[in-house]
């Protein structure tokens, strides 16, 4: 029997965390499988072991300061930023921002740079290996992190580490995004799950081959988000959309079926999905 291939290998990977509940999800090492579809040459054993060294590193560093493991989220901040920024040299690309190397965790790991979510990914990663609740935000256009404290969750930028944010930063940090008139409501700080996460890195692979026009790479990222995200709705919607316009009718109505599925059955946009769905069947006969 030949050897399985690498992506073969964390496709399998991607498929049995799929069956995970989130909180058992292990951010690093599932994007660490994407990483290894994306760039099956790359070592990928190398980033597996540098993430066994940062966790090391992060038991270390949280023993090293009580006042940190005892729940101080000012000292967990510092701490962080001293393991991620000062020991291993992470640091935000802002030189080569939309580089793909910057949303693959193994070349992340080898650059130490990259994007804001997979920085953030790295640091929740240590958070959680010096046993601290840690969690991503829902904060839009630019990735950030919380880490509990007992005095309340220390907001975190791990693209630019500095001291916890305030709401004046976050709120100066909103306007660079979105405008002067935008406003930072509460709902810009709920945490969002571990599978958001995920697939928020992988949404940047998946866009910067739609603006390629290579329509059936982004697909076949999509179909890989489904393998740990498969209750993720919008995907098979999105799905549906790009085998359609690749003309595999029968993969489209497929995808669009399971959409339909995971929506309220009243909801506006699953009648429209039933819609273009019997369109969709009209025209294959």
């Known amino acids: 029997m030949a050897d ?3 992506e073969a290998e964390a496709r399998i990977a991607l498929d049995a965390a799929g069956q995970l509940p989130d909180e058992e999800l292990d951010l690093a090492t599932v994007a660490l499988q994407c990483a290894r579809i994306d760039a099956p040459d790359a070592d990928w054993r190398a980033a ?3 993430l066994s060294e940062l966790a090391r590193a992060a038991v270390g560093a949280a023993i090293a300061d009580p006042e940190a493991d005892a729940g101080d989220g000012a000292r967990r901040a510092a701490v962080l930023r001293a393991l991620m920024q000062d020991r291993f040299g992470y640091r935000g690309d802002s030189a080569t921002y939309d580089a793909p190397e910057n949303a693959n965790l193994i070349h992340v790991t080898g650059r130490r740079q990259g994007l804001p979510v997979a920085l953030g990914i790295l640091w929740l990663h240590a958070a959680a290996a010096a046993g601290w609740k840690a969690w991503g935000l829902d904060f839009p256009g630019h990735f950030l992190i919380a880490v509990e404290g007992r005095e309340g969750p220390a907001v975190l930028d791990p693209f630019h580490p500095g001291p916890p944010l305030s709401a004046a930063d976050l709120r100066g940090l909103l306007k660079q995004v979105q405008g002067d008139a935008a406003e930072l409501h509460r709902s810009y700080l709920a945490a969002v799950s571990q599978r958001s996460v995920l697939v928020r890195l992988q949404n940047n692979l998946k866009l910067r081959r739609l603006q390629a026009g290579d329509i059936a790479g982004a697909l076949a990222c999509t179909e890989d988000m489904l393998r740990f995200a498969p209750t993720t709705a919008l995907l098979w919607r999105e799905a549906a959309l790009m085998n359609q ?4 009718m ?9 959409f339909v599925a995971l929506m309220p059955a009243e909801s506006e946009a699953a009648q429209r999905a039933r819609g273009l769905a019997a369109e969709w069947r009209q025209r294959l006969n």
């Not at 316009?245 to 595999?248: G, N, S, Y």
């Not at 029968?250 to 399971?258: E, N």
């Open 250 to 258: 029968g993969a489209a109505l497929a995808c669009l079926d399971h």
């Open 245 to 248: 316009r690749l003309d595999r």
């Open 4 to 6: 399985i291939t690498a």
């Open 48 to 50: 597996a072991a540098h």
